[in-house]
């Protein structure tokens, strides 16, 4: 034929009846390996047909004038959705998912600084979570009473440096840092009294080990008298707090000794954390299997070299911080079967806009203030005692349990059935695997929920049961927020076709529909994806990108004679108009972070021009 297109397509066709044919990726990688040089002509190969019977039929002239399809003479399949791959996309911001004291302090917080209501949302959750004793648990299950969940997460939100988290969680950390002040401000005093009585009780001890010497001497004295009699040496008292940051493990057991209500970490970015996970051991897991064992919380038993074991009453820490996608992937490409990443609740962060330059809303603030100040008041009375004081050891409150009306268990029983669902629709195992802790990720923020409502409101003590709508609140959120956004994560996280995902994006978003797309156009716009990458191995990592894209019929490779290589492909118009959600999604997500970009500009402009 003379169209090393159209012989692709026949070898391609011909070799799917034998029993080794792979795949079309199979089939390319041959193909580009294949030389133009000592091979057979033509002609020879008509010859050695000949040779075996076969008859060269006489062309119909007629097909030399007859329209072309495109690169293989065929029609174009139905190109496979790689940008939206399980249709859906992560979950967006809803109200009716929140609490309304949460909903309403993420809804101000976003219109002044510009950040997505979602991540301001879930940032005003983990920054109330701290105060939310873990003393509190509920129990899911009507007759199993040995299965409970605490009021415990672990958040990740993936995004940007310019996703305006810092921001967003100084605002929402106002009500905490303040109860944080007055817990050192305690502490310190107690520090103080407590130096004070060393101090006094050295001198008592110096005392009677005088008194016991000339007893002694006078061969007058009793043994247990004598013991009895040793002066009581003060106790240290505890160091109170809500929250930590870039602390080791063996620092974590002494700081959850002195906290029973459990502590939260909360961290601009998590990568510092994933990466010092056992970072001083030999092994690379020591570490992490102590982080996954606080997930579940309750009692634990630390045994450290040089020291003895320590036995904590409640190894439990709730996580929350940011990381930006690349370095996530880095981190966690070769090993994220480890359970880890499955505990954590993923949540998508959109492009931060411009914020409005306008006053805090004063009665938003000062009602997600009054929310955190009662359940802060909550948490240190019972922490270990009242008033968290050690001068009440006994006093520790027993675990309160709470229970789901009926309506509520009939709501998370339809919730718990469609995740159920969800592990046997073909999903991959690791998807599988985070849908396992999914289930328990409810009950968790149902609590939450149920705490933060008591403490917007009027009523003194904390009702026992979780209601419907609570209930409802905390399963929408699941399953339509947390579900999507976790299945998105693990396909593209595991996905070879990421970068193929990333040329689909590119190829879709266009203003105007591309017929072909070349090699250069993906050096030239695509250096985010493909700058890092030098060579050879980025020419395989294209190559690779592509033969994805030709499998699921995006593309078809434009070979030219004399090349073993393909360095542009016609595009399949069909994606254009068989995807036009997607195409809309990305074209204006494009759109939205080129009008940020020029809106920068023009400030910086603007800004120069105020400076001369």
Sequence with gaps: TGDLNQALYIWNEWSQAGTKYQGEKDILTCWQSFKADNGISLGTLFHIAGSYGWTRPIPDASELFSAVNDASGQEWAEPLDLINRYGISEGAYNREHWPEVIADKAEETSLRIGSDPLMAAWSGLAHIMPVCSDIHQVQPKKHSTDYTERPVLWMMAVGEPSCKKSP??????????????????????????????????????????????????????????????????????????????????????????????????????????????????????????????????????????????????????????????????????????????????????NEAEMGKDIPVNQAVMQRYERAVERLFTDHKIYQNGELFSNDYPDCIRPNTIYTLTDKAYDISTIARERIDALRYSGLTKYIRQALSKVEGQMFRIALLFHLIEWADSEEIAIPKQITRETMKKAADLTTESIIPSMIKFHSELMDSTSDAQAIAKYIISRDTPLSVIKERDIYRDMSSVFGNVKGNERQKAIDSAMSDLIVCDWVKPIIEVGHKRSNSWIINPKIYTSMLDTRNAEVKKLKSIKQKMNQSHERRKQEKADCQ
């Design 168 to 349: 967003t969680d100084r605002d929402n950390a106002l009500p905490l840092k303040s109860c944080e002040k007055e817990l050192v401000k305690h502490y310190q005093i107690e520090r103080e009294q407590y130096l004070a009585k060393k101090e006094f009780h050295k001198i008592q001890l110096d005392a009677w080990k005088t008194t016991t010497k000339k007893t002694h001497a006078a061969d007058n004295h009793n043994a247990a008298e004598t013991i009895s009699s040793i002066p009581t040496e003060p106790l240290s008292p505890a160091n109170r707090r809500l929250t930590v940051s870039n602390v080791t493990v063996e620092k974590l057991a002494d700081m959850l000794s002195d906290n029973t209500g459990g502590l939260t970490f909360l961290a601009d970015e998590l990568a510092a954390l994933f990466n010092s996970m056992g970072q001083y051991k030999s092994g690379t897991s020591a570490d992490q299997q102590l982080w996954l064992e606080m997930y579940a919380g309750g009692g634990y038993t630390i045994d450290r070299k040089g020291s003895g074991s320590t036995y904590i009453d409640n190894w439990s820490i709730g996580i929350y911080g940011t990381i930006q996608p690349d370095v996530l992937k880095g981190i966690f490409s070769k090993n994220v079967n480890d359970g880890l990443l499955q505990r954590f609740i993923i949540i998508y962060v």
